[in-house]
């Protein structure tokens, strides 16, 4: 995700990477079974990690990344995704980049010669999943056509199609020893609720409090270990609101409804603290510290492994949630998926030091195949 919904070319990580020992770090939740042991004896230089960066494997994949919105329109017939009326309620206006232009699954079914003729060996698809078509009003306003602002995390969004059209994309794309990566978020959905978000509060003068008014640090929980203390609305630095009654019931799962789930502590500067508890711009910002909000979003996308068939995901915005979230999140994946189940993620960073934490300390998996060939194995 980028600032404004415009996508720039983002700084990718690969975490299909090696890991190393957490050394002196703050302890963290158990690594997901059979992840690999460390292959350095001490902390590794930022020159050590960027010349492990640069190896490259005969097995590796080359990604072709897919915006269906802007890649092929195979079907005229969902371009509004099915609502009526103008582009403020369709978000259909070719005319406009802020809006879909009509692109979908289906033309990148009908141009899978073309992807696979480039080299492809992989299919990296943007956010497919249902999004809130418009935000912002006036000159402001822009569509949901990048993906990247969720309301319904467990349905295709019909601008782009349906589950069985992804389902058949997988599988003709299977049929050319083609793979497909699902690009998913787990840091913040669509722009639903509203905090009077007068700049960002940060925790020591606006301690988030439990239900009896008794302030509390939420990162003490964060691992999964201990009960998360009772909260209300009246637990954050802003009280959260939604601005409309239809706002109170525009997402799924029914859980993400829950204004509680959030961080409410308005928007992030991108410095500090406020780049993990802060909002992307006003975009909803997951409590990704506590369990209830961990297990719910284990569950969408662990469903999400058997209902398409996919092969790994792409995680958006990874540098905005706390480490202690992505060991449960890949454990709870790979127990559905199973520990080949690929994935990697987005840190939006040029320094080795800081993209290599989230490989070896956020245990995102890496393939073991390619690490074969390409681990800096003695
Ligand atoms: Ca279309
Ligand atoms: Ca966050
Ligand atoms: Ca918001």
Request: glycine content about 10%.
């Amino acid at each position: 995700m980028t600032r404004s919904g415009r996508r720039r070319v983002p700084v990718l990580l690969a975490l299909a990477m090696l890991a190393s020992a957490a050394g002196s770090a703050p302890a963290l939740p158990a690594r997901p079974a059979g992840f690999d042991t460390p292959h350095w004896a001490q902390e590794p230089s930022a020159a050590t990690l960027a010349r492990f960066g640069e190896r490259s494997s005969p097995r590796a994949e080359q990604l072709y990344f897919a915006l269906p919105d802007r890649f092929a329109n195979g079907d005229p017939g969902n371009d509004r995704g099915g609502a009526t009326g103008d582009r403020m309620r369709t978000g259909f206006d070719p005319t406009d980049k802020g809006f879909y232009h009509g692109g979908d699954l289906r033309g990148v079914i009908d141009r899978l010669d073309y992807i696979q003729d480039l080299g492809t060996t992989a299919i990296w698809l943007a956010p497919i999943f249902r999004n809130r078509p418009v935000q912002g009003t006036g000159a402001s306003a822009s569509a949901g056509y990048h993906g990247y602002w969720i309301t319904d995390f467990t349905q295709v969004d019909p601008h782009f199609g349906t589950q069985e059209d992804l389902a058949e994309l997988v599988r003709l794309a299977h049929g050319r020893h083609m793979k497909v990566f699902l690009d998913i978020i787990v840091n913040h959905t669509a722009d639903v609720i509203s905090n009077g978000d007068q700049g960002y509060r940060d925790k020591t003068d606006f301690p988030y409090r439990d239900a009896n008014g008794q302030p509390f640090d939420d990162s003490n929980y964060a691992d999964g270990t201990r009960g998360f203390p009772a909260v209300n609305t009246r637990s954050f630095p802003y009280p959260p609101a939604f601005p409309t009654p239809a706002d109170a019931q525009a997402k799924k799962p029914a859980w993400l409804n829950d204004p509680t789930m959030y961080h409410n502590r308005g928007d992030s500067t991108f410095a500090g603290e406020s780049s993990e508890y802060g909002d992307f711009f006003g975009l909803d910002d997951l409590w990704t510290e506590r369990p209830d909000v961990v297990r719910g979003l284990t569950r969408i996308y662990q469903d999400w492994v058997g209902r398409a068939g996919i092969d790994g995901y792409r995680i958006d915005t990874v540098k905005h949630v706390d480490l202690p979230f992505w060991p449960q999140f890949v454990g709870g994946v790979q127990q559905r998926a199973g520990r080949d189940f690929f994935m990697f993620g987005e840190v939006f960073s040029a320094d080795p030091e800081v993209d290599a934490t989230y490989v070896r300390r956020a245990a995102v998996p890496r393939r073991r195949t390619a690490a074969r060939t390409a681990g800096p194995r003695a």
